[in-house]
């Protein structure tokens, strides 16, 4: 079962402290963050990882040899010429490097529990992850019926407590079948092509759920892990 891995951001907020260090390999106590996650996805079952990288994918293909060897997954680093969006690295990387079967999508820059991705692989829909937090203001959040079925996304900047998408997506292997490769994004083409058919649903998650996308959430999930054997 193969997993997406988007490591094609900039790191501009984090830039300030990384430099230019592609943000998917920063160090975390001696490991790239990236071997952490591929960790976690070695726990839920997955058989296989694909970088889908375009920003410093050169610091990527240099550790692709120790994170194989220590995630123990064949990994392959899919590498666009220009930046394509979220949607258009995953789109790139499902024909570079088709499916065959069902196949995750997730951000390098998260970290969650293998249970996060083990609700996105059992499943026989299209679904996105959903996790509680207490400030959304930062992400969005989820606009679902009862049923899961997700309608919308509230836009970010509303304080207070919401379900969030977690960047964590389990997909069945014809969900973005014949979708052209283009630049486009996750969140504001994908997605909402999946909403159109009424396909995409929400799995809830209660699990840890870290963003690494901020100095000031770096900083702290560095002082979590300290001592840690994670």
């Known amino acids: 079962m ?9 790191g501009t907020r984090l830039r300030s402290v990384i430099n230019d260090t592609q943000k998917a390999v920063v160090d975390i106590h001696g490991r790239p963050f990236l071997a952490l996650v591929l960790a976690q996805l070695r726990e839920a079952g997955v058989s296989r990882g694909v970088l ?29 010429e220009t930046p394509l969006g979220t949607g258009g690295a995953v789109l790139n990387a499902l ?9 995750l999508v997730l951000n390098a820059d998260t970290f969650l529990d293998p249970y996060a991705y ?3 692989l ?16 930062r992400y969005g959040s989820l606009d679902c019926s009862a049923l899961g079925e997700v ?24 969900a973005l079948e014949n979708m052209p490769v283009t630049s486009c994004s996750m969140e504001h083409d994908l997605l909402p092509s999946l909403m159109r058919q009424h396909r995409l649903y929400v799995r809830e998650y209660s699990g840890a759920f870290v963003d690494i996308g901020t ?9 979590k892990l300290r001592g840690s054997a994670v």
């Open 95 to 103: 024909l570079q490097v088709p499916p065959d079967g069902r196949y």
């Open 151 to 174: 309608l919308g996304f509230e836009e970010k900047g509303q304080a207070g407590p919401g379900l969030i998408n977690a960047g964590v997506y389990g997909f069945t292997a014809g």
């Open 52 to 80: 889908c990288a375009h920003y410093r994918a050169d610091q990527l293909a240099a550790l692709l040899p120790s994170l194989e060897a220590e995630s123990g997954l064949p990994l392959q680093l899919v590498i666009e």
């Open 122 to 137: 059992d499943s026989e829909r299209d679904v996105l992850v959903g996790v509680q937090v207490e400030d959304r203001s």
């Open 215 to 223: 100095p000031d959430s770096l900083d702290a999930f560095k002082s």
């Open 118 to 120: 083990r609700l996105a």
């Open 2 to 10: 193969n997993a997406y891995i988007l490591c094609g951001g900039f």
